[in-house]
């Protein structure tokens, strides 16, 4: 009786094991990754949009890697130019502080916003805090919001305003003054800062256009 009862407990445990393993691979020819599900994937439902005015004395506006080399040769890039011209012409005539990255003066692909003296440095890379003065600029000057421009928008755009975002800083992200390559990268990159991103970046950060931005007193 004994030597049956034993002989049922290791048939109920092979049995058990060997639907342990058929569970385990039926789970692992069912599971999908991304690649797999591509195709189907859908688009999230557009950003939301806001009219923002910011304190002119405690903003800053960032006008990155618009260059020829790169912009010059990215038509969405060449059609930010007149938004980020708007911006540059409203920031000034409020006195507020700019910031660019450039490999020099010479390369902005447009000279209707050039900067002045100490305005900009050389730097690479897509976090522009990185190798540079601008967080030692942003603390001498008391800012705390920062409005990016630039190009590209999954490149410095992301990457400097979430380094803005997560050293406390609200990031303003003009959409028609950033471009990438490719309609895609920037509607990923928008998605990111919008609520895509870490919760740190997305709370800090809001999404809006060059037209609808105001700088005040």
Known sequence: M???????RT???GVAAAAGALIIAFAASAATDILDDWDSVKPPPRPEIK???LEASTTALLILDMQKGNCGVRPRCMATIPNVKRLYDAARAAGVMLWYS?????DLIDPGFMP???EWVRQGGP???LGSNLEEKLKAKGIKTVVVCGTS???VGVGTGSASAQRGYK???PIDCLSSEDPYMEQYAAWHMFKGGPAVVTSNSTLTRSAMVTFGK
């Open 2 to 8: 004994e030597d049956t009862m034993l002989d049922m």
């Open 11 to 13: 048939l109920m445990r």
């Open 51 to 53: 009219p923002v005015t």
């Open 102 to 106: 450039l490999n020099s003066t010479a």
């Open 116 to 118: 002045r003296e100490g």
């Open 127 to 129: 976090d522009k805090f």
């Open 153 to 155: 928008f999954q490149g």
């Open 171 to 173: 990031v303003i992200v």
